[in-house]
């Protein structure tokens, strides 16, 4: 294995991180998520250690910074000093009001409601990213619409839901397309705002 660095470690990072995943939505028992959560640490630690090689920041730099970002994102939670506030606001929304106020005053550089959503995501994941950020810019959109605009029929269950996408998947493979290439067009073309995506059938 030649000299380890931060490019070369990233298939790890992500493959540890989908053994995690793989591992909650499988129940895969307590023993396999503290192992599979162990590997992801290590994917923390081995880069922490690289940038600590080149001077840039170690792993307590790590640490310090995630605890500072904690008090200073969730303001309804700690006080400046790190203790617990002595009530907490009464709903999901007003938490979720305040988590955005507070990220969006530390980038004021973002522009945009979707600045900061990784291109690198699966396509389905960075629709799902996308939808989410445009319904919290425009949260009242007409009954039974998405922010993109789509209609929102779709199965009653995610097993159905999960048929439905492989079914999809399927036929176009039988076709010649490539769903995750169009997936990536669809998501372009509508943070350009050329479109949204269209109803569902």
């Given amino acids: 294995m030649g000299a380890l660095t931060h490019e070369s ?4 990072l992500l493959e540890e991180a989908y053994e995690v995943a793989e591992t909650i939505e499988t129940a895969g028992g307590d023993a396999e998520l503290q192992s599979e ?33 904690m008090i200073r994102r969730n303001p309804h939670v700690f006080r400046p000093d790190g203790s ?10 007003e938490i979720v009001l305040k988590w955005d106020a507070v990220k969006k005053a530390e980038k004021p550089e973002r522009g945009h409601v979707f600045d900061g959503v990784p291109a690198a995501l699966p396509a389905l994941a960075r629709a799902q990213k996308l939808l989410d950020r445009a319904e919290r810019a425009n949260p009242a959109p007409a009954a039974g619409q998405t922010a993109a605009g789509t209609a929102a029929r779709v199965p009653a269950t995610e097993e159905e ?5 492989f079914g999809i998947v399927a036929g176009a493979r039988a076709a010649g397309l490539d769903a995750e290439r169009a997936l990536r ?3 372009r073309r509508f943070q ?5 995506l269209p109803p569902a059938q």
């Fill in 9 to 12: 470690l990233v298939e790890y």
């Fill in 37 to 69: 959560l162990g590997d992801v640490l290590l994917q923390v630690v081995l880069h922490a250690r690289l940038a600590e090689e080149r001077g840039a920041f170690d792993l307590g730099d790590v640490a310090a910074g995630l605890t500072a970002k």
């Fill in 84 to 93: 617990l506030q002595d009530s907490f606001p009464a709903t999901v929304e």
């Fill in 161 to 165: 839901l999960g048929d439905m996408l």
């Fill in 185 to 187: 067009g669809a998501l």
């Fill in 192 to 196: 350009d705002g050329r479109g949204s």
